[in-house]
């Protein structure tokens, strides 16, 4: 029990550590599920039911992240590049855990301050100076 319960405390950090929205922690879930398919803008738009504009923005946010892949620059296809087994565990527990807990993950997404708020209040954090 201990186990899992560390688990569901690592998903929700990543959660809230790298997810902006529901609509990114579905497109990360859609390249990963979907590994080894490129994906581009337009049936990454069409997926989430968004407009492409705001398609290539969740794209290039993952990507900027680097939980996907841009295939070549300026390219506007992604794809997922596992580089480890643990990161394909830890995203087989993420994507079981969103389908399992789907109203609790989107309730944990939406309780986050805006990710421009975030942002800036980053600028402001401060760190102990190493002497």
Same mark, same amino acid.
């Given at each position: 029990?201990?186990?899992?319960?560390?688990?569901?405390?690592?998903?929700?950090? =990543?959660?809230?550590?790298?997810?902006?929205?529901?609509?990114?922690?579905?497109?990360?879930?859609?390249?990963?599920?979907?590994?080894?398919?490129?994906?581009?803008?337009?049936?990454m738009a069409q997926s989430l039911y968004v407009s492409t504009e705001v398609?290539?923005?969740?794209?290039?946010?993952?990507?900027?992240?680097?939980?996907?892949?841009?295939?070549?620059?300026?390219?506007?296809?992604?794809?997922?590049?596992?580089?480890?087994?643990?990161?394909?565990?830890?995203?087989?527990?993420?994507?079981?855990?969103?389908?399992?807990?789907?109203?609790?993950?989107s309730k944990l997404i939406h309780s986050k301050a805006p990710s421009a708020?975030?942002?800036?209040?980053?600028?402001?954090? =401060?760190?102990?100076?190493?002497?």
């Open positions: 029990m201990a186990e899992e319960n560390i688990t569901t405390r690592t998903v929700d950090q =990543f959660v809230l550590q790298q997810i902006d929205s529901v609509s990114h922690l579905e497109a990360l879930l859609l390249v990963w599920n979907g590994r080894p398919k490129v994906w581009s803008i337009r049936e398609a290539g923005q969740i794209l290039n946010d993952l990507a900027r992240r680097g939980l996907v892949q841009e295939q070549d620059a300026s390219s506007g296809h992604y794809e997922c590049r596992l580089t480890s087994p643990e990161l394909e565990k830890f995203m087989a527990h993420l994507d079981q855990t969103y389908r399992h807990e789907l109203v609790r993950i708020v975030r942002e800036f209040a980053r600028a402001f954090r =401060f760190t102990k100076e190493k002497k």
